[in-house]
């Protein structure tokens, strides 16, 4: 089967660090994504690993460890407009563009 | 660059009726992928299309379908609609198949009631 497992919700205070964690269960890994998605508007790309380790972006880091299915987002100095959903995402198995997301995970962050 | 249009942006039809949508991918990109939020399931995946062929297609029924033209426009159509359908709408745009980046649309809102 496949199942990918965020925590529903998280808060954090502004200026401080968060870490959004997922797991997965697929039949197939070609890559994890990391997406954005504030409330009425489209995903935003955020990041994208492949192979182990630390990915980093700007505030944004990513991190892979596919022997134990898991990734995490790792948020920095946390600003007001990084209250979101963090969406984790697996693509599947073969050539293809299709992704397996989670549910999400809803961050607020407070002042 | 323009970004992934869709169209329309809500939408509101009544049981039994039938709906086609519509998604511009970004210029140049070729691979589009259609999915469906809903607030309890999240993102699911619909659809697949590269260079007009579907290459994929998720667990939905017979009465979802989708095309993709030869200008890399896809659209798909939503028949004999239930008030279950009522989610919003995503398609993500992409320059090729296992691309690293995917681009999404603002989505489109249908309401079935």
């Known amino acids: 089967g496949q199942n990918i497992d965020q925590p529903t919700e998280m808060t954090a205070t502004e200026g401080a660090i968060v870490q959004i964690n997922c797991t997965y269960q697929t039949s197939g890994f070609n890559g994890l994504f990391w997406y954005q998605q504030h409330a009425g508007e489209a995903p935003t790309f955020l990041s994208y690993n492949v192979l182990d380790g630390l990915e980093e972006k700007g505030r944004f880091s990513s991190f892979l460890s596919r022997s134990k299915g898991y990734s995490y987002l790792l948020l920095k100095e946390l600003q007001m407009k990084d209250s979101a959903s963090y969406l984790c995402?697996?693509?599947?198995?073969?050539?293809?563009?299709?992704?397996?997301f989670g549910t999400g995970t809803l961050l607020a962050v407070q002042p | 660059k323009a970004g992934v249009t869709q169209t329309p942006r809500y939408l509101i039809k009544t049981r039994g009726q039938q709906v086609t949508l519509s998604c511009s991918p970004i210029?140049?990109?070729?691979?589009v992928s259609w999915y469906q939020q809903t607030p309890g399931q999240g993102l699911q995946f619909l659809f697949e299309?590269?260079?007009?062929?579907?290459?994929n297609k998720g667990n939905f029924p017979g009465r979802f379908s989708g095309r993709q033209f030869s200008n890399s426009r896809s659209e798909m159509n939503v028949s004999t609609l239930e008030l279950g359908d009522s989610a919003l709408y995503l398609c993500?745009?992409?320059?090729?198949?296992?691309?690293?980046?995917?681009?999404f649309g603002q989505g489109t809102r249908l309401t079935v009631v």
């Open positions: 210029s140049g990109h070729r691979s």
């Open positions: 299309y590269f260079s007009e062929t579907q290459r």
């Open positions: 993500a745009s992409s320059f090729q198949v296992m691309d690293t980046e995917a681009f």
């Open positions: 995402a697996v693509r599947d198995r073969g050539t293809t563009n299709k992704l397996i």
